[in-house]
């Protein structure tokens, strides 16, 4: 998926619920979305995941996500059958989280650009849920979405590894009113993206 400038994701971190109609197997027509405000975590431990995201060291997030990305790597290199499984049918295979995960460090590295080039910006909005279902991620080839997703990884790593000095203070907002530094902005992301691999492996960080 190619993100338009609009484009950004806002949503958490559960588990996706889809409901009624069908698309490649999959419901589909209406999705139930996720509205909790998810900044909690930058506050406190995730008690899901067992990530903390007061310990994560600025400096050391480049290596986090591209240690991040190659688990996914793994993981989809494995029977593509058993990745487009749901657990449940309102359930996110692992294939799609995937899809949503490649999706997000795209995301972030277009937010992290916008924080670091433009005064305070409002990030544009976008539906992570119509985008998983307008993008079919269930159908998507696993293999190319390995391949993508360990692309944008290292975009996204490259780009935090040039942040320097004062450039961890500058801003940027969410559409719902939340705000970021470049410093808190950083420990959400890593949040996200190890909790979605919490959820496809039930493994909590220690």
């Not at 990305?69 to 058993?82: F, M, Q």
């Not at 449940?88 to 949503?100: G, I, K, Q, T």
């Not at 277009?110 to 998983?132: H, I």
Request: hydrophobic share 40%; glycine share 6%.
């Amino acid at each position: 998926m190619r993100l338009r400038p609009w484009q950004h994701l806002d949503g958490g971190w559960r588990r996706r619920r889809w409901w009624g109609g069908t698309r490649a197997g999959h419901p589909r027509s209406v999705i139930i979305p996720d509205t909790k405000d998810w900044t909690w975590v930058l506050e406190r431990p995730c008690t899901d995941c067992g990530l903390n995201t007061a310990a994560v060291i600025r400096e050391e997030v480049a290596g986090m996500v591209r240690a991040n990305a190659a688990s996914w790597v793994e993981l989809l290199a494995g029977d593509a059958t058993a990745l487009r499984e749901r657990p449940r049918p309102d359930v996110w295979s692992d294939l799609e989280y995937a899809c949503h995960v490649r999706d997000v460090f795209r995301l972030f590295a277009f937010r992290l650009e916008l924080m670091l080039t433009q005064d305070d910006p409002v990030f544009p909005n976008w539906d992570q849920d119509e985008t998983a279902v307008a993008e079919n991620y269930g159908v998507q080839d696993p293999t190319r979405v390995s391949v993508a997703l360990a692309e944008a990884a290292e975009v996204l790593a490259s780009a935090f590894e040039r942040v320097d000095g004062v450039q961890w203070e500058r801003s940027g907002n969410r559409g719902d009113g939340a705000r970021f530094t470049v410093q808190s902005f950083a420990p959400y992301l890593i949040h996200d993206v190890v909790h979605h691999l919490f959820d496809v492996t039930g493994v909590k960080r220690e």
